[in-house]
């Protein structure tokens, strides 16, 4: 079955510990990002990848770091997560850009930061 | 810079009757895509729809029917003899095809609709 995989699902934390969320996809798939959803906002993209080493920043990304060592994972990094970043994270991929074809999302991932 | 607003926040409805959600999209680009996706209660994303800005024609898929309308920059959905189960937010989303910002899909801020019993 095509997937994307998000884990954890769920996830309380204190500030300052760092964390990482982990993606990934099975349908050898370029290119994958990261969004947050946040109250009357919508969904905002965090960081994007075309491809293995190629990552960019979205429109939100301080304080997040990403990595693209292999094509199917795409791992979400908090390095020092404050309360601001208590979000709900979704991840996505596709196989190719965005804007020719409907992105295949995990679940999601609440977390809060404490 | 695209832009995507959906003026509705929340929207309630008893069951059977027709409701529209509104979706009105910014981009400069003269290629780009739209696209809606549903949020039920479980929180997951359900892909709905994508319409291209070469493809004019209204489409239809059960009870479920969409209005894209270059004039006006608005791409409607609505819902006929809406369902409890259709209850969930709804997010109208654009990509454009230049180069530079083909990586972005921009969603609007999302509609809450209630369908009640």
């Known amino acids: 079955e095509a997937q994307v995989t998000q884990n954890p699902r769920y996830l309380i934390t204190v500030t300052g510990k760092k964390l990482t969320v982990t993606c990934s996809q099975n349908?050898?798939?370029?290119?994958m990002s990261w969004y947050r959803q946040d109250p009357g906002l919508g969904l905002r993209q965090i960081y994007y990848?075309?491809?293995?080493?190629?990552?960019d920043k979205g429109d939100v990304p301080e304080g997040y770091k990403v990595s693209r060592k292999e094509k199917r994972n795409f791992p979400l990094i908090l390095e020092s997560p404050s309360p601001n970043q208590t979000s709900l994270y979704f991840c996505?991929?596709?196989?190719?850009?965005?804007?020719?074809?409907?992105?295949?999302f995990g679940d999601g991932t609440r977390l809060s930061i404490l | 810079a695209q832009k995507v607003t959906q003026a509705q926040t929340e929207i309630s409805v008893v069951e059977k009757e027709d409701v529209t959600l509104d979706c009105v999209y910014e981009?400069?680009?003269?290629?780009?895509?739209l696209f809606w996706y549903k949020q039920p209660p479980s929180g997951e994303l359900v892909f709905l729809i994508r319409r291209n800005s070469f493809d004019e024609q209204n489409e239809i898929s059960g009870r479920y029917s969409w209005n894209f309308q270059k004039s006006t920059s608005s791409f409607n959905f609505t819902i006929t003899a809406s369902q409890v189960v259709d209850s969930a937010v709804y997010f109208c989303?654009?990509?454009?095809?230049?180069?530079?910002?083909?990586?972005?899909?921009?969603f609007g801020s999302g509609t809450q609709l209630t369908v009640l019993p």
């Open positions: 996505a991929s596709s196989s190719v850009a965005a804007s020719r074809q409907p992105q295949h």
């Open positions: 981009t400069r680009d003269t290629t780009y895509y």
């Open positions: 989303a654009l990509s454009a095809a230049s180069s530079g910002s083909a990586r972005q899909l921009t």
């Open positions: 349908m050898n798939h370029e290119y």
């Open positions: 990848s075309m491809n293995v080493e190629v990552t």
